[in-house]
């Protein structure tokens, strides 16, 4: 079994910073990549970061500049500093993480686990 377990939410004033953490623990290996999402009321869930086991990384256009996303291998944890947040940035923020692993005969098989989500909350 593989747990994902966010924490760092909260409550922030527009333009201040908040840093969100994914820790994962189970059965992990060959990790392909590692991201998060954000769902705010009424919309669907959406993109927001995503990190790759090669370290490259992909940002939705609306947060680009503002967050950044990191890992730390060892420890199977991924990390989403945000600043200079804004109002609509206030949402479920999900963790995300992909697992691609070969059998014996060689096929590769894609295993995606999510975290529970943190609500991050941003005041005008």
């Known amino acids: 079994q593989v747990q994902l377990v966010e924490s760092g939410g909260g409550l922030v004033q527009a333009g201040g910073s908040l840093r969100v953490s994914c820790a994962a623990s189970g059965s992990i290996s060959n990790v392909d990549r590692m991201g998060w999402y954000r769902q705010a009321p009424g919309n669907q869930r959406e993109l927001v970061a995503t990190?790759?086991?090669?370290?490259?990384?992909n940002y939705a256009d609306s947060v680009k500049g503002r967050f950044t996303i990191s890992r730390d291998s060892a420890k199977n944890t991924v990390y989403l500093q945000m600043n200079s947040l804004k109002p609509e940035d206030t949402a479920v923020y999900y963790c995300?993480?992909?697992?691609?692993?070969?059998?014996?005969?060689?096929?590769?098989?894609?295993?995606?686990?999510w975290g529970q989500g943190t609500q991050v909350t941003v005041s005008s």
């Open positions: 990190i790759a086991s090669s370290g490259s990384t």
């Open positions: 995300n993480l992909i697992l691609k692993i070969q059998d014996y005969t060689f096929r590769w098989y894609t295993y995606e686990y």
